[in-house]
């Protein structure tokens, strides 16, 4: 249980397009995800909280223009790199917590690769 | 402001030799102490959440422990299969928000 379904797994694209990531919870309901950025040997960097039916919160310097957040249902979270560039590149993890689950649960991560 | 700081940044063992890794914290009323694993290309593995100081929990070759200031994870005769990226999370009672520490990448050689 609590499984967390992230997609795609590998992304690569073309510099000044855009990509959509998926966070899917696939057996609990979950009113807050959120979205990590990882470097390589480094920890995971919170960008932000998605909240379901409303508007995402943003940690101090991320771009809320550029990394778009949408949470439309309590199973889905999207984050959308707009007009990418190569220093986007990145490994992109969410996460959500069950009600009934003692921790957050990830998805097992999208590595961006902007060329 | 919520920090957390892990030593050693990278540790390397003989298998079943023990050791532990530390995880220093501060944080505005902490709501839960979290340790996860995390593989290269992967996302992280829940092990355990700690709630209050005083509290253990096991999970086969790991404990986790919790005082007021630090959490120690502890590795019992290590196998090469628990070789991973450790990372240490707290969760303040301001927000939802958990926040990472560095990690500590142990190798654990055959």
């Known amino acids: 249980g609590a499984v967390v379904s992230q997609h795609p797994s590998r992304v690569i694209c073309k510099s000044g397009t855009s990509v959509k990531i998926e966070c899917r919870s696939l057996?609990?309901?979950?009113?807050?995800m959120f979205w990590y950025r990882q470097f390589p040997k480094k920890s995971l960097m919170l960008m932000a909280t998605?909240?379901?039916?409303?508007?995402?919160?943003?940690e101090q310097g991320v771009e809320k223009d550029k990394f778009l957040i949408n949470h439309a249902s309590l199973t889905l979270s999207t984050l959308t790199v707009t007009s990418a560039h190569p220093e986007d590149s990145s490994f992109y993890i969410c996460?959500?917590?069950?009600?009934?689950?003692?921790?957050?649960?990830f998805g097992s991560g999208t590595r961006l690769t902007v060329v | 402001e919520d920090q957390v700081t892990q030593s050693p940044e990278a540790l390397r063992l003989q298998e079943g030799e023990s050791s532990s890794l530390n995880c220093s914290y501060t944080?505005?009323?902490?709501?839960?102490l979290f340790w996860y694993r995390q593989d290269p290309g992967k996302g992280p593995e829940f092990l355990f959440t700690?709630?209050?100081a005083g509290e253990e929990k096991e999970k086969e070759r790991l404990k986790a422990t919790l005082t007021k200031k630090e959490s120690f994870l502890h590795i019992t005769a290590p196998k090469p299969e628990d070789s991973a990226t450790y990372l240490c999370?707290?969760?303040?009672?301001?927000?939802?928000?958990?926040?990472f520490g560095k990690g500590t990448r142990l190798h654990i050689l055959p």
């Open positions: 700690l709630y209050s």
């Open positions: 999370a707290v969760q303040g009672n301001r927000d939802d928000k958990i926040i």
């Open positions: 998605s909240n379901e039916g409303s508007k995402a919160t943003y």
């Open positions: 057996d609990f309901q979950a009113t807050t």
């Open positions: 944080v505005s009323g902490l709501r839960g």
């Open positions: 996460s959500a917590r069950a009600w009934d689950r003692d921790g957050y649960t």
